[in-house]
């Protein structure tokens, strides 16, 4: 089974879980912006997980006992550990976790240098242990129903893949999007890059184009270009964008029918085929699906089948590597 299949065919579907006892876990760090919506996930899903603490530099989360990270990594029967560091130490911090034995959940993008991510990685499938990337959207059930919608072949061969994540960006977020090489592109549409790769694997080459709108410093808005041998993908990133929420979205092309979520997570799909498809009729059909209020409980909850060794995470080493590599491409840090 070639490997893009593979992810396809073992995505999380499933998010209810009954589990004999709850598993042990921590997390590092509160710099990330999902950090807090990753602890509140954690902590909601009292079924699944034990939150032992939380080793932070600038702040805790009330009620969350504030360890040092010797002390997290120390805590008996801990299996796992949310990084939720800068991405600056995110990586280091990482494999930290993995050398004391723990399975890791890593926020985007995971890392600076592509070096250090793959070494991260691979040290962490050597060990046998699960590195989850904090890529929200493989759980979001519009883009679960589109990698069912590619892996059973219903919009035919893809041809095209045209997908947006902008924003306005205040002046606190230009600050932070400055410090990065990568721009917009390497810190907030890594979501659908990631997406884009589950579906299409590594593509052939990747071209980024970044065309600041101010004389500050700061990548604010960028595209690139992913080719493949009968594709080609376009992703956009636009930091000046009023209406950049409403206008995030995720559209699919293929020989046989098309597939469109806009606003990215509201759950709403325009789908099109030439023939019937599952429960879907031929012709245009607009279908609203269910969102959880929580964007990342499905994170964890997935993750708890993994450590508990009821399933692999579909999304393996290989394909977080050609992510980050694909990520640097499309963000002009690596030409």
């Known amino acids: 089974m070639k490997r ?136 979001n059930p519009a883009f679960e129903l589109l990698f069912q919608a590619v892996r059973e072949g219903w919009l035919g061969e893809i041809t095209e893949i045209d997908a947006a994540m902008g924003k306005l960006a205040n002046g606190s977020t230009r600050g932070a999007i400055r410090k990065l090489e990568g721009g917009g592109m390497f810190e907030l549409a890594c979501h659908i890059i990631d997406a884009t790769l589950t579906i299409m694997g590594k593509p052939a080459s990747v071209t980024g184009f970044s065309t600041p709108t101010q004389d500050d410093g700061v990548k604010d808005n960028q595209m690139a270009v992913l080719q493949y041998a009968k594709a080609t993908a376009v992703i956009r990133c636009n930091h000046t964008d009023p209406f950049g929420g409403l206008r995030r979205r995720f559209n699919v092309t293929g020989t046989e029918g098309t597939f469109e979520i806009v606003p990215l997570e509201s759950g709403k799909v325009n789908l099109s085929l030439t023939k019937a498809c599952g429960a879907y009729k031929k012709g245009t059909q607009s279908i609203q699906l269910d969102v959880p209020k929580d964007r990342y409980a499905g994170e964890f909850m997935d993750l708890a089948k993994v450590v508990r060794g009821e399933k692999k995470l579909a999304w393996d080493a290989a394909h977080d590597i050609a992510v980050h590599e694909t990520v640097l491409r499309a963000s002009g840090v690596w030409k």
């Open 4 to 139: 893009r299949t593979f992810l396809l065919a073992c995505g999380s579907t499933a998010f209810a879980a009954s589990a004999p006892s709850r598993l042990r876990i921590g997390q590092i760090g509160t710099e990330h912006a999902h950090a807090a919506g990753k602890m509140a996930a954690m902590r909601s899903l009292t079924d699944l997980w034990e939150v032992v603490g939380v080793a932070a530099k600038d702040k805790a989360y009330d009620g969350v006992p504030l360890l040092t990270e010797e002390q997290l990594l120390g805590t008996p029967g801990l299996k796992a550990v949310a990084v939720e560091t800068r991405v600056e130490d995110s990586c280091a911090t990482a494999l930290r976790c993995i050398q004391a034995g723990k399975h890791v959940h890593l926020d985007k993008p995971g890392a600076l240098k592509h070096d250090e991510f793959k070494s991260m990685r691979i040290e962490a499938e050597k060990r046998g242990l699960t590195v989850q990337m904090g890529y929200m959207l493989r759980y």
